[in-house]
Protein backbone atom coordinates (compact mmCIF):
# COMPACT_ATOMS: atom_id res chain seq x y z
CA UNK A 1 0.00 0.00 0.00
CA UNK A 2 1.28 3.64 -0.90
CA UNK A 3 1.63 5.90 2.23
CA UNK A 4 1.88 9.44 3.14
CA UNK A 5 5.01 10.96 3.78
CA UNK A 6 4.70 13.18 6.62
CA UNK A 7 8.48 14.72 6.37
CA UNK A 8 7.93 15.84 2.99
CA UNK A 9 5.02 18.60 2.04
CA UNK A 10 3.52 19.17 -1.45
CA UNK A 11 3.98 23.20 -2.24
CA UNK A 12 0.85 23.81 -4.40
CA UNK A 13 1.25 27.36 -5.83
CA UNK A 14 2.18 29.84 -3.73
CA UNK A 15 0.33 28.10 -0.47
CA UNK A 16 -1.65 25.43 0.12
CA UNK A 17 0.55 22.34 1.43
CA UNK A 18 -0.47 18.77 2.00
CA UNK A 19 1.22 15.51 3.05
CA UNK A 20 3.27 14.57 -0.26
CA UNK A 21 2.86 10.69 -1.00
CA UNK A 22 5.97 8.00 -1.07
CA UNK A 23 5.29 5.94 -3.96
CA UNK A 24 8.34 3.39 -3.80
CA UNK A 25 12.02 3.02 -2.59
CA UNK A 26 15.01 2.52 -4.74
CA UNK A 27 18.14 1.19 -2.98
CA UNK A 28 18.25 3.40 -0.05
CA UNK A 29 16.13 6.44 -2.17
CA UNK A 30 12.62 7.16 -1.45
CA UNK A 31 10.99 8.17 -4.84
CA UNK A 32 7.92 10.90 -4.33
CA UNK A 33 4.60 11.44 -6.44
CA UNK A 34 3.19 14.73 -6.76
CA UNK A 35 0.53 15.44 -9.16
CA UNK A 36 2.85 16.47 -11.76
CA UNK A 37 5.96 14.82 -10.74
CA UNK A 38 8.73 11.77 -9.23
CA UNK A 39 11.02 13.51 -6.68
CA UNK A 40 13.57 12.27 -5.35
CA UNK A 41 17.32 13.34 -3.57
CA UNK A 42 20.43 11.25 -4.08
CA UNK A 43 23.88 11.32 -5.03
CA UNK A 44 25.02 11.64 -8.71
CA UNK A 45 27.16 8.80 -10.62
CA UNK A 46 28.27 9.50 -13.71
CA UNK A 47 26.96 7.95 -16.91
CA UNK A 48 28.67 8.08 -19.77
CA UNK A 49 26.63 6.48 -22.18
CA UNK A 50 26.05 7.12 -25.22
CA UNK A 51 29.53 9.66 -25.73
CA UNK A 52 31.39 8.57 -28.71
CA UNK A 53 34.46 7.92 -26.41
CA UNK A 54 32.70 6.53 -23.48
CA UNK A 55 34.03 3.08 -24.19
CA UNK A 56 37.14 1.08 -26.80
CA UNK A 57 38.78 -1.52 -26.92
CA UNK A 58 41.95 -2.17 -24.57
CA UNK A 59 40.68 -0.02 -22.10
CA UNK A 60 40.54 3.10 -24.03
CA UNK A 61 37.43 5.23 -23.16
CA UNK A 62 36.05 7.40 -20.41
CA UNK A 63 34.58 4.77 -18.63
CA UNK A 64 35.06 0.84 -17.63
CA UNK A 65 33.96 -1.22 -20.26
CA UNK A 66 32.53 -3.73 -17.30
CA UNK A 67 30.12 -0.87 -17.10
CA UNK A 68 28.80 -1.58 -20.60
CA UNK A 69 28.49 -5.24 -19.74
CA UNK A 70 30.06 -7.97 -21.29
CA UNK A 71 30.97 -10.75 -23.93
CA UNK A 72 27.70 -12.07 -24.89
CA UNK A 73 25.77 -9.16 -22.62
CA UNK A 74 26.50 -5.84 -24.16
CA UNK A 75 23.91 -3.53 -22.60
CA UNK A 76 25.67 -0.59 -23.48
CA UNK A 77 26.88 -0.72 -26.84
CA UNK A 78 25.47 -1.14 -30.54
CA UNK A 79 26.28 -4.53 -31.87
CA UNK A 80 26.53 -6.76 -35.12
CA UNK A 81 26.27 -10.71 -35.12
CA UNK A 82 26.83 -10.09 -31.05
CA UNK A 83 30.00 -8.28 -31.61
CA UNK A 84 30.36 -4.92 -30.66
CA UNK A 85 30.51 -2.32 -33.68
CA UNK A 86 33.74 -0.46 -34.10
CA UNK A 87 33.40 3.36 -35.11
CA UNK A 88 35.10 3.94 -38.59
CA UNK A 89 36.78 7.10 -39.77
CA UNK A 90 33.45 8.74 -40.53
CA UNK A 91 32.54 8.55 -37.19
CA UNK A 92 33.40 10.96 -34.48
CA UNK A 93 35.42 8.79 -32.36
CA UNK A 94 37.35 5.85 -35.14
CA UNK A 95 38.33 2.55 -33.69
CA UNK A 96 36.38 3.27 -30.68
CA UNK A 97 32.65 1.20 -29.47
CA UNK A 98 29.42 2.75 -30.04
CA UNK A 99 27.76 3.63 -27.17
CA UNK A 100 24.44 3.07 -26.87
CA UNK A 101 21.06 5.06 -24.71
CA UNK A 102 17.54 3.81 -24.02
CA UNK A 103 16.31 6.98 -25.63
CA UNK A 104 17.17 6.90 -29.11
CA UNK A 105 17.28 9.66 -32.52
CA UNK A 106 15.57 7.03 -35.04
CA UNK A 107 16.27 8.69 -37.62
CA UNK A 108 19.95 7.15 -37.39
CA UNK A 109 20.98 3.41 -37.80
CA UNK A 110 21.08 1.22 -35.05
CA UNK A 111 25.03 1.41 -35.77
CA UNK A 112 25.40 5.33 -35.99
CA UNK A 113 26.59 6.85 -33.04
CA UNK A 114 24.16 9.86 -33.51
CA UNK A 115 21.62 7.74 -32.92
CA UNK A 116 22.07 8.26 -29.11
CA UNK A 117 22.21 10.71 -26.50
CA UNK A 118 25.51 11.81 -26.10
CA UNK A 119 26.43 12.25 -22.14
CA UNK A 120 29.64 14.27 -23.08
CA UNK A 121 26.94 17.04 -24.76
CA UNK A 122 23.30 16.38 -23.19
CA UNK A 123 22.38 16.60 -19.98
CA UNK A 124 20.09 13.57 -19.03
CA UNK A 125 19.05 11.69 -15.61
CA UNK A 126 18.63 7.65 -15.65
CA UNK A 127 15.87 6.12 -14.02
CA UNK A 128 15.66 2.17 -12.79
CA UNK A 129 12.81 0.40 -14.66
CA UNK A 130 10.40 0.73 -11.88
CA UNK A 131 9.62 4.02 -12.08
CA UNK A 132 8.79 3.67 -16.27
CA UNK A 133 6.16 1.65 -14.44
CA UNK A 134 4.98 4.61 -12.39
CA UNK A 135 4.60 7.04 -14.98
CA UNK A 136 8.15 8.22 -16.05
CA UNK A 137 8.91 7.21 -19.36
CA UNK A 138 12.29 7.82 -21.93
CA UNK A 139 12.21 10.99 -22.94
CA UNK A 140 10.53 13.48 -19.95
CA UNK A 141 11.87 16.28 -19.19
CA UNK A 142 13.08 16.93 -15.60
CA UNK A 143 14.77 19.50 -13.20
CA UNK A 144 17.71 18.41 -11.24
CA UNK A 145 18.95 20.55 -8.44
CA UNK A 146 22.22 20.81 -6.89
CA UNK A 147 21.13 21.85 -3.25
CA UNK A 148 24.78 22.91 -2.40
CA UNK A 149 24.99 26.03 -4.71
CA UNK A 150 21.57 25.92 -6.11
CA UNK A 151 22.13 25.58 -9.59
CA UNK A 152 18.99 23.93 -11.14
CA UNK A 153 20.21 22.17 -14.72
CA UNK A 154 17.05 20.77 -17.07
CA UNK A 155 17.55 17.29 -18.52
CA UNK A 156 15.50 14.80 -19.92
CA UNK A 157 15.53 11.00 -18.91
CA UNK A 158 17.58 9.21 -21.69
CA UNK A 159 18.78 5.87 -20.11
CA UNK A 160 17.77 2.88 -17.61
CA UNK A 161 19.61 1.51 -15.34
CA UNK A 162 19.70 -0.96 -12.78
CA UNK A 163 16.65 -1.60 -10.74
CA UNK A 164 17.87 -0.89 -7.32
CA UNK A 165 20.27 2.41 -8.00
CA UNK A 166 18.66 5.93 -8.13
CA UNK A 167 20.54 9.14 -9.15
CA UNK A 168 22.77 8.95 -11.71
CA UNK A 169 23.19 11.61 -15.01
CA UNK A 170 25.68 12.34 -17.88
CA UNK A 171 28.69 13.57 -17.94
CA UNK A 172 27.29 17.02 -19.10
CA UNK A 173 24.64 16.65 -15.97
CA UNK A 174 27.42 16.53 -13.83
CA UNK A 175 29.24 19.84 -15.40
CA UNK A 176 26.29 21.86 -15.53
CA UNK A 177 25.64 21.29 -11.93
CA UNK A 178 29.35 21.56 -10.94
CA UNK A 179 30.09 18.12 -9.68
CA UNK A 180 33.17 16.25 -10.68
CA UNK A 181 32.38 14.54 -14.00
CA UNK A 182 34.72 11.93 -14.63
CA UNK A 183 32.85 8.51 -14.70
CA UNK A 184 35.89 6.69 -13.10
CA UNK A 185 36.92 9.11 -10.01
CA UNK A 186 33.47 11.38 -9.94
CA UNK A 187 30.06 12.21 -8.71
CA UNK A 188 29.03 13.20 -5.41
CA UNK A 189 27.25 10.84 -2.74
CA UNK A 190 24.16 13.40 -2.18
CA UNK A 191 22.97 16.51 -2.48
CA UNK A 192 21.27 16.58 -5.36
CA UNK A 193 17.37 16.84 -5.95
CA UNK A 194 15.63 15.19 -9.09
CA UNK A 195 12.19 15.87 -10.32
CA UNK A 196 10.80 14.19 -13.36
CA UNK A 197 7.89 15.45 -14.77
CA UNK A 198 6.32 12.20 -16.11
CA UNK A 199 4.42 11.88 -19.55
CA UNK A 200 6.22 15.55 -20.21
CA UNK A 201 7.80 14.20 -23.53
CA UNK A 202 7.11 12.40 -26.67
CA UNK A 203 9.72 9.66 -26.75
CA UNK A 204 12.52 11.30 -28.17
CA UNK A 205 15.82 13.54 -27.74
CA UNK A 206 15.22 17.23 -27.87
CA UNK A 207 17.42 20.13 -28.57
CA UNK A 208 19.31 21.52 -25.52
CA UNK A 209 16.94 24.79 -25.87
CA UNK A 210 13.39 22.61 -26.23
CA UNK A 211 15.05 21.16 -22.93
CA UNK A 212 15.59 24.06 -21.27
CA UNK A 213 12.21 25.81 -22.43
CA UNK A 214 10.47 22.34 -21.46
CA UNK A 215 12.22 22.06 -18.14
CA UNK A 216 11.70 25.41 -17.31
CA UNK A 217 8.19 26.10 -17.99
CA UNK A 218 7.41 22.77 -16.05
CA UNK A 219 9.64 23.32 -12.86
CA UNK A 220 7.95 26.90 -12.66
CA UNK A 221 4.72 25.59 -12.64
CA UNK A 222 4.82 22.66 -10.92
CA UNK A 223 3.55 21.00 -6.96
CA UNK A 224 6.29 19.13 -5.76
CA UNK A 225 7.94 17.50 -3.13
CA UNK A 226 10.52 19.43 -0.57
CA UNK A 227 11.20 19.55 2.87
CA UNK A 228 8.94 21.48 5.04
CA UNK A 229 10.59 24.45 6.68
Not at 55 to 78: E, F, Q, S, V
Not at 144 to 149: A, I, L, P, Q
Not at 152 to 158: D, E, N, R, S, T
Not at 196 to 208: E, H, K, Q, Y
Amino acid sequence: MRTLWPSYLLICGAAAAQPCEKLLTVGAVDVFKSPTSLTWSAGLAIDADGAPNAYGPDGKGLDHLANAGRPGNWWGLATKDGEPVIQTAADPYPGYYVSTTALEDKRYASTDPRRYVDSGKTPYVVVPPQLLKQGARLGDFAAVVNEKNGRVVYAQVADIGPKDKLGEGSIALADALDVKSDPKRGGTAGGIRYVVFPSSGDGRPRSAEETRREGSRLYGAATRCVSPP
